[in-house]
């Protein structure tokens, strides 16, 4: 019986985990210049991070107050940008969970081999 309690536990903890550090696919890695010009920019970066990247008339809402402000965003179709891959990938399932369509994404310190300059449609 311990061994079983045990073993949930520890599926869980794994599960969480992987549901944070688990890349997203088919949201592509665009450069903050080159996105698309009909999605609302979201910056869930801290405040204190801000400077690193120019904000395009962005609505900054940082990952950790998203559930309690996403319903201020206007647009369904949004461009993230986020300080690290774990922002990014919390930030996209968040959104996409809500109805929300994520165009693409910006990191500060960009870790993508290749920039889509390419938009979705």
């Not at 903050?32 to 869930?44: A, F, K, P, T």
Request: charged share 20%; aromatic share 8%.
């Amino acid at each position: 019986m311990l061994y079983l309690i045990a073993g949930i536990i520890l599926i869980v903890l794994i599960g969480s985990f992987l549901k944070r550090s688990i890349s997203i696919k088919n949201v592509p890695c665009v450069d903050i210049d080159h996105h698309d010009q009909s999605s609302q920019v979201v910056d869930v970066r801290d405040y204190n991070n801000l400077s690193t990247m120019k904000n395009f008339d962005s609505i900054v809402i940082p990952i950790a107050y998203l559930r309690r402000y996403f319903h201020e965003i206007p647009n369904k179709r949004v461009h993230l940008i986020a300080g690290s891959q774990l922002e990014k990938n919390m930030g996209v399932r968040f959104l996409q969970k809500n109805g929300f369509q994520v165009t693409g994404y910006s990191l500060t310190e960009c870790t993508c081999t290749n920039h889509s300059k390419d938009m979705l449609v």
